[in-house]
T-cell receptor
Framework: DGGITQSPKYLFRKEGQNVTLSCEQN?????MYWYRQDPGQGLRLIYY???????QKGDIAEGYSVSREKKESFPLTVTSAQKNPTAFYLC??????????FGSGTRLTVV | AQKVTQAQTEISVVEKEDVTLDCVYE???????LFWYKQPPSGELVFLIR??????QNEISGRYSWNFQKSTSSFNFTITASQVVDSAVYFC?????????????FGTGTRLTIIP
């Protein structure tokens, strides 16, 4: 079945470390997105990509980086510059505004 | 800039009661899309409905119904005869049309608790 796979489901990071969250889709969707969810703040857009080798900053891109070398993959790196990285991260893809698909999320905790 | 407001942070109702979740949006576009998603405790977002800005017909799907009113920029969601399985966080979202504008803007969500 087609869908989006996010891994890992839970991730723990030490202060000062970079970590990478994986997002893979087999839906042949052109666009992919990363959202961050904090309690009471809804989902906020970090980065998005509409085609391979191109991506745009969202509303809260500081402290994050992405790459889009393949259509199927859109990994998110949380760098040490992100001061408050503990959150729930959701990846999504779409082929148009009519068809968004979300992954099951990665819960990142700084220890 | 687009914005979605869900003023109700938390709602609790007794099972079998009806409940309405409010959503108010702002956009400068004349063509846009509105969505409702359900987020159960597992965290995954479950798609409920999509409505484009040119279709103001209300929609009913089982116990769920949606009232879209462009005049008040609202897209409210009603659950009839609520059940415990309806307990979740519900998000309203907006997407503008056109290449490069498809990203979703979410409201802050409404946590719905159905009391057995």
């Amino acid at each position: 079945d087609g869908g989006i796979t996010q891994s890992p489901k839970y991730l723990f990071r030490k202060e000062g470390q970079n970590v990478t969250l994986s997002c893979e889709q087999n839906l042949n969707h052109d666009a992919m997105y990363w959202y961050r969810q904090d309690p009471g703040q809804g989902l906020r857009l970090i980065y998005y990509s509409q085609i391979v080798n191109d991506f745009q900053k969202g509303d809260i891109a500081e402290g994050y980086s992405v790459s889009r070398e393949k259509k199927e993959s859109f990994p998110l790196t949380v760098t040490s510059a992100q001061k408050n990285p503990t959150a729930f991260y959701l990846c999504a893809s779409s082929i148009s505004p009519l068809g968004y698909t979300f992954g099951s999320g990665t819960r990142l905790t700084v220890v | 800039a687009q914005k979605v407001t869900q003023a109700q942070t938390e709602i609790s109702v007794v099972e079998k009661e009806d409940v309405t979740l409010d959503c108010v949006y702002e956009t400068r576009d004349t063509t846009y899309y509105l969505f409702w998603y359900k987020q159960p405790p597992s965290g995954e977002l479950v798609f409920l409905i999509r409505r484009n800005s040119f279709d103001e017909q209300n929609e009913i799907s089982g116990r769920y119904s949606w009232n879209f009113q462009k005049s008040t920029s609202s897209f409210n969601f009603t659950i009839t005869a609520s059940q415990v399985v309806d307990s979740a966080v519900y998000f309203c979202a907006l997407s503008e049309a056109g290449f490069g504008n498809e990203k979703l803007t979410f409201g802050t969500g409404t946590r719905l608790t159905i009391i057995p």
